[in-house]
């Protein structure tokens, strides 16, 4: 079964906070990752990919811990327009074309 | 640059319509995916295509769904007949492969379908 899960949240943090979503995912053989960021009645946009050594992008840091399936992102000195659905993302085929979502994570930063 | 195109933005359908979504993916990109999102179950994957040749479409939910791509600037998303279940927004994105680092899909803005 193809499942990529994540705590809805939502998750309310004020400003400059520092916050962490983590995801887990069913497919051992899943070999791309991602971070997409949907705001409110608009398209999935994506943030960042993960991969294996982990990787930086600012002030979002994203890690990838493949014997537990489990991925995470850390957005540090939260920003009101960080304030978004996070979508954990997946590949499920071998080409690495089909992704899968996970349901995503609600931050709400506040002032 | 245009993104990926999507009509109609919005539609709102008596049940038992047929329902078509439509949607232009960005030039040079092989792959096409339909995606439906709903708030009980996220976002789903229903179909994809590469060079216009349905992959697969283990995600479409019944017989009553189907999909198209007659040419590579072109798809389709029928609904026939349409259900107040199908109520979604329904999502085309579209990507090109990149070696062995996976693919970026670019999303369509997406077709809110209301069947009442």
């Known amino acids: 079964r193809k499942e990529v899960e994540q705590d809805p949240g939502p998750f309310n943090v004020p400003e400059g906070a520092t916050v962490a979503f983590n995801c887990t995912y069913s497919?051992?053989?899943?070999?791309?990752f991602f971070w997409y960021r949907q705001d409110c009645r608009k398209e999935p946009k994506l943030l960042m990919s993960?991969?294996?050594s982990g990787n930086e992008d600012g002030r979002f840091t994203a890690q990838l811990n493949r014997a537990s399936q489990y991925i995470s992102l850390l957005i540090r000195d939260s920003k009101l327009s960080d304030s978004a659905t996070y979508l954990c993302?997946?590949?499920?085929?071998?080409?690495?074309?089909?992704?899968?979502f996970g349901k995503g994570t609600t931050l709400s930063v506040s002032s | 640059d245009a993104g990926v195109i999507q009509s109609p933005r919005h539609e709102v359908t008596e049940m038992g319509q047929e329902v078509t979504l439509r949607c232009k993916p960005i030039?040079?990109?092989?792959?096409l995916f339909w995606y439906r999102q709903t708030m009980m179950r996220g976002l789903e994957l229903l179909i994809y295509?590469?060079?216009?040749?349905?992959?697969?479409d283990s995600g479409m939910p019944e017989d009553r769904f189907s999909a198209k791509m007659p040419n590579a600037s072109f798809s389709t998303l029928k609904i026939q007949p349409s259900e107040p279940r199908d109520s979604a927004v329904y999502f085309c994105?579209?990507?090109?492969?990149?070696?062995?680092?996976?693919?970026?899909?670019?999303f369509g803005e997406g077709s809110w379908l209301t069947v009442v």
């Open positions: 030039s040079g990109h092989d792959y």
């Open positions: 993302v997946v590949n499920w085929d071998q080409a690495g074309t089909a992704l899968i």
């Open positions: 295509f590469n060079n216009n040749v349905p992959i697969d």
């Open positions: 994105a579209s990507s090109f492969l990149i070696g062995n680092s996976g693919n970026t899909i670019y």
């Open positions: 497919n051992s053989a899943s070999q791309s």
């Open positions: 993960v991969y294996s």
